[in-house]
T-cell receptor, first 115, second 109 residues
């Protein structure tokens, strides 16, 4: 148990659907992250929140919309996705995103398939 | 640009030793992490190096040479449960983690 949970674990959606991914951390951390993981590619950082403020948006298309209501919860709202958005979406947390020692704790991920 | 290179896949035998290499070119350096990720599971922390040298933790060791932009993860007395992907990541000058694509390690009996 890593202390970071994600729901749902699997999601299949059409290109016109709207869905949300949820992440919750029980570690008392102040930073939360969304990553996209595709086969044989490096983890792609999508969004970073530090103390509930968004500090990073790595040129992510607007069809992905993050929300961080508090330091323990992070959402990723999805709408009008494309088939190439199919991937594993990982949430992570760390004590603080601005330190040199930035050990991140990951959730199990949501396997997303866009039809 | 920033780049982390590691082999895509390696195969080793149960009970043997394997070394997984990682080379990096990043804007600055503030530490290097190794993570393990079993198929369908979350990446989990293995080790952290910020100074040159070898860090040993049980069957796993990690080495860093900052001057060469090089690290390796050494796994001894391999067990079947060590079959997983091993991810190398470097913290750059902006404290962002730059990730490699991972090395899939296959252990054969």
């Amino acid at each position: 148990e890593t202390g970071v949970t994600q729901t749902p674990r699997h999601l299949v959606m059409g290109m016109t659907n709207k869905k949300s991914l949820k992440c919750e951390q029980h570690l008392g951390h102040n930073a939360m992250y969304w990553y996209k993981q595709s086969a044989k590619k490096p983890l792609e950082l999508m969004f970073v929140y530090n103390f509930k403020e968004q500090t990073e948006n790595n040129s992510v298309p607007s069809r992905f919309s993050p929300e961080c209501p508090n330091s323990s919860h992070l959402f990723l709202h999805l709408h009008t996705l494309q088939p190439e958005d199919s991937a594993l979406y990982l949430c992570a947390s760390s004590q603080d995103s601005s330190g040199s020692y930035n050990e991140q704790f990951f959730g199990p991920g949501t396997r997303l398939t866009v039809l | 640009g920033q780049n982390i290179d590691q082999p895509t896949e390696m195969t080793a035998t149960e009970g043997a030793i394997v070394q997984i290499n990682c080379t990096y070119q990043t804007s600055g350096f503030n530490g290097l992490f190794w993570y393990q990720q079993h198929a369908g599971e979350a990446p989990t922390f293995l080790s952290y190096n910020v100074l040159d040298g070898l860090e040993e933790k049980g069957r796993f060791s990690s080495f860093l040479s900052r001057s060469k932009g090089y690290s390796y993860l050494l796994l001894k007395e391999l067990q079947m449960k060590d079959s997983a992907s091993y991810l190398c990541a470097v913290t750059d000058s902006n404290y962002q983690l730059i990730w490699g694509a991972g090395t899939k390690l296959i252990i054969k009996p």
